[in-house]
């Protein structure tokens, strides 16, 4: 309960909140000789030190030894397996990522609708590592198969774009204000392509 409202608080910006939880949880003496804890409160920690840009500081927590630990829910294995990846990759060992990256996908894949949006996060932090290595058909191909996998899941109506953001008859939208604010106009067109330029404050 805990461990899920310093995750809550660190999602939300608050991270100083989060830390006082684990820290608390950490050195809560019920939880000093149980490895799994131990293995939960260092993912959370390695966690939040990799959203605050301390990659050096979160390998040290984030190890292969703490995705294996003994007992570790399998999910909590696939979290593992997927922040591991994204630290080794902001350390630059991109082929220890994508090694850790496809190990931990293949655990994913039967591990049903929670293992299939792991796996989406994880296809997607491979293709980045490919790009960074330079094997940009491969890196597509994670990316399409993630499209794939995104459109069976959840179906057109989640699949956020740009034009979706305007129409959604909101002049708030997450991208509409700033090209609102940038002055934009957007292109109109027809079935048969008729085509009509229209200014986008003119739309709401």
Do not use: C
Not at 104 to 110: D, F, G, I, K, S
Request: charged share 25%; proline share 4%; aromatic share 6%.
């Amino acid at each position: 309960m805990l461990l899920a409202q310093s995750d809550a608080r660190s999602r939300r910006g608050h991270n100083e909140a989060a830390q006082e939880i684990i820290d608390a949880l950490a050195a809560d003496p019920r939880w000093h000789d149980d490895p799994v804890a131990q293995a939960r409160i260092g993912l959370r920690r390695g966690d939040d030190l990799l959203m605050a840009g301390k990659a050096k500081e979160a390998e040290a927590i984030l190890t292969p030894a703490l995705r294996n630990t003994a007992g570790l829910a399998p999910l909590d294995r696939i979290d593992a397996g997927f922040l591991l990846g994204r630290v080794y990759a902001a350390r630059g060992k991109y082929a220890e990522a994508e090694a850790v990256l496809r190990e931990t996908l293949a655990e994913a894949a039967p591990l049903g609708r929670a293992g299939g949006v792991r796996s989406m996060w994880l296809r997607n932090e491979l293709g980045n590592v490919l790009s960074q290595m330079g094997r940009l058909e491969e890196a597509e191909a994670a990316y399409r198969e993630n499209y794939a996998a995104a459109r069976e899941a959840y179906g057109e109506r989640n699949m956020g774009t740009v034009a979706g953001n305007f129409i959604n008859g909101s002049p708030i939208g997450d991208l509409t204000i700033m090209f609102l604010a940038l002055g934009a106009s957007i292109t109109l067109a027809d079935p048969a392509g008729a085509a009509r330029e229209l200014a986008l404050p003119d739309l709401y």
